[in-house]
């Protein structure tokens, strides 16, 4: 009788990695305008109906994607990590922002979005997908004490409510980028959220009628500019971006280009800046500038493949 086949998770090469790179900044470009344009969303519109109605809208994109592209269904073995993706990036993470954002500034709470390179190398190494250096850490760790060091320094060195979703919404989205980054590279990063997506119908599709019928008069009455916050958030944040993150990571490894979000914080401040018209101070500057420095610094420590 021949030996069992053994799933082996494929060396990551220079010339992968630095298209992982390039293809998960590209997501990160895209989610860093995530967090203004669901402050503008929820200007006018209810936080639980820009969750779970983005989440239906991105659905239905990714199933006219599937059925075009003739995508099989998941295996049974792997619906336990699309529904990691879809608790922790689909609900949980837009959920808690939702909620933040109604009183959090967007230039604010994009800071805090500055550990989810962290947090996402931390579930990944929780669940034994890759084995970070010590030099990756400390790189990582240096990183996320710039930007909590400056989310504290703009909140009087105190952490509120509001903060205290956001780190929530940062924990669920590292699980939901650690599972969905080690399944991309056997599902594909689009039918990892695409599926992902799907299994959230069963949730989200209800409620969302729900809150229409609870909340029609407030949704007909809701601005243009509330609406066009919403259309981004379900059709760049949570479907077009992820297509992008997610073969990102699974080209070039998922604490590697997880490193890329770091700069999402700084992004999202000039998009806060254009969009809402928040002020961008000099300070931001310095802190990109060095959180850039520490990007470069862990693109050069070793991570070495875990166990499957």
Known sequence: ?????????????????????????????????????????????????????????????????????????????????????????????????????????????????????????????????????????????????????????????????????MLGAVLCAGMGYAEGGRLARTLGGTQVIGWALLLSLPVALPLTMWQCWQHGAALAAASAAAWAGFAYTGVFSMFVGFVFWYRGMAQGGVSRVGQVQLLQPFLSLFGAALVLGEPLQATHLGFALAVLATVALGRRMAVRPGKV
């Open 1 to 165: 009788m021949s030996a069992p086949a053994v799933t082996r998770i494929p060396t990551v090469t220079r010339s992968a990695e630095t298209g992982g790179m390039l293809l998960g900044l590209a997501g990160v470009a895209i989610f860093s305008l995530t967090l203004p344009f669901t402050r503008l969303a929820v200007a006018g519109l209810d936080p639980l109906f820009v969750t779970v109605g983005r989440a239906v809208v991105a659905a239905l994109l990714a199933a006219a994607w599937l059925w075009w592209q003739r995508a099989p269904l998941p295996a049974r073995a792997q619906l336990p990590a699309l529904a990691g993706v879809a608790f922790g990036c689909v609900l949980g993470f837009p959920l808690l922002t939702s909620f933040a954002m109604r009183t959090l500034p967007a230039s604010h709470g994009a800071v805090l979005v500055g550990i989810l390179p962290l947090v996402t190398a931390l579930c990944s190494a929780l669940r034994g997908h890759e084995r970070p250096s010590a030099g990756f850490w400390c790189a990582a760790l240096l990183g996320s004490s710039l930007v909590i060091g400056f989310a504290l320094s703009q909140s009087g060195g105190t952490l509120h409510l509001a903060d205290v979703l």
